[in-house]
């Protein structure tokens, strides 16, 4: 990633009447780019669905019996740790068992059964800079303008990992279709990102 032309980019498309942090947004981007690096060195982890259901189903099956342990203590039990914990603390660990194994229900709802494995850092990255643009350039990232590739694409061009790929990836098309999914979960990353930019390789999960 080279910085000034982002840097340059950046300064020269964002709403002129916004009152924005340069150097927070350019940062967002790195820690975007920082966390594919991270996400693709470790591709072997991600990339078998029936491994990461594997993994995934016996942390959620174990977070499940936690609650449902804590919710059923006999009372001398309970009373005993509420007054070691206090009485929030033990609230908040089973509110955070039970949120916990939802979270991991929805995960695993999320992971193809069938079919070619997507690239998962890729399309992570994608969505994170859509979002940072969404948010910070108060426009909707789209790959197009006026029937040619607009200033997304050249965003995505400007803040591209450095093991990216130059060629046979960021096609419109393949772009298109990442847009067109979770945009929920794009813009809660990227504002993620942009409240908290990483000076180095920071766990965003």
Do not use: C
């Not at 914990?85 to 069938?114: Q, T, Y």
């Amino acid at each position: 990633m080279e910085l000034e032309p982002l840097r340059d980019f950046v300064s020269r498309n964002l709403p002129r009447d916004a009152n924005r942090d340069l150097p927070r947004i350019v940062q967002a981007l790195r820690g975007a780019a920082q966390r594919y690096e991270r996400l693709a060195e470790r591709r072997a982890e991600w990339s078998s669905y029936g491994q990461r259901r594997k993994r995934l189903q016996a942390i959620e099956q174990n977070a499940r019996q936690l609650a449902d342990g804590l919710a059923k203590l006999d009372i001398v039990s309970r009373d005993s740790l509420e007054g070691f914990l206090g009485v929030e603390r033990f609230d908040a660990m089973l509110g955070s068992a039970n949120i916990l194994a939802s979270e991991l229900n929805k995960l695993l709802d999320s992971i193809p059964k069938h079919g070619r494995p997507p690239d998962i850092a890729e399309e992570r990255w994608i969505q994170e800079v859509a979002g940072i643009y969404e948010l910070e350039f108060e426009r909707k990232a789209s790959i197009w303008s006026k029937g040619n590739p607009g200033p997304f694409y050249r965003l995505l061009q400007l803040a591209r990992p450095d093991s990216l790929p130059r060629y046979g990836k960021l096609t419109p098309r393949q772009v298109t279709r990442v847009l067109k999914r979770q945009r929920g979960a794009t813009l809660r990353r990227a504002s993620r990102l942009i409240q908290f930019p990483p000076s180095a390789p920071t766990r965003l999960d």
